[in-house]
């Protein structure tokens, strides 16, 4: 019904930036929040961040002042715009939203994940 569709992960070198998107897809009445989780290898996932309809964000305290997360309610997307980029930030980097479908149900749904590798 709902689908959430990731991009733009990859390689990049200590200090730099990536700027992922997340388009969400499908029979969608609303979005209530659209965020993203990220996994490192052997660890568990963790939010690092995430934004509401009207705007407000939350934010993992590790990327706080380096990642910026905003969202365009017309075109149903999110995008996370990753800044001073360390190693540690290496994982796989999930995109999240709660969904209300148009039948009035509410779900949550995961994208499929792309790579962030940080690396020199």
């Known amino acids: 019904q709902v689908q959430l569709v990731e991009s733009g992960g990859g390689l990049v070198q200590p200090g730099g930036s990536l700027r992922l998107s997340c388009a969400a897809s499908?029979?969608?009445?609303?979005?209530?929040?659209m965020g993203w989780y990220r996994q490192a290898p052997g660890k568990q996932r963790d939010l690092v961040a995430t934004?509401?309809?009207?705007?407000?964000?939350n934010y993992q305290d590790s990327v706080k002042g380096r990642f910026t997360i905003s969202r365009d309610n017309a075109k149903n997307t999110v995008y996370l715009q990753m800044d001073s980029l360390k190693p540690e930030d290496t994982a796989v980097y999930y995109c999240?939203?709660?969904?209300?479908?148009?039948?009035?149900?509410?779900?949550?749904?995961w994208g499929q994940g792309t790579l962030v590798t940080v690396s020199s």
């Open positions: 999240n939203a709660g969904v209300v479908v148009l039948s009035g149900t509410y779900l949550a749904i």
């Open positions: 499908g029979s969608i009445f609303s979005i209530r929040y």
């Open positions: 934004i509401i309809r009207d705007g407000g964000t």
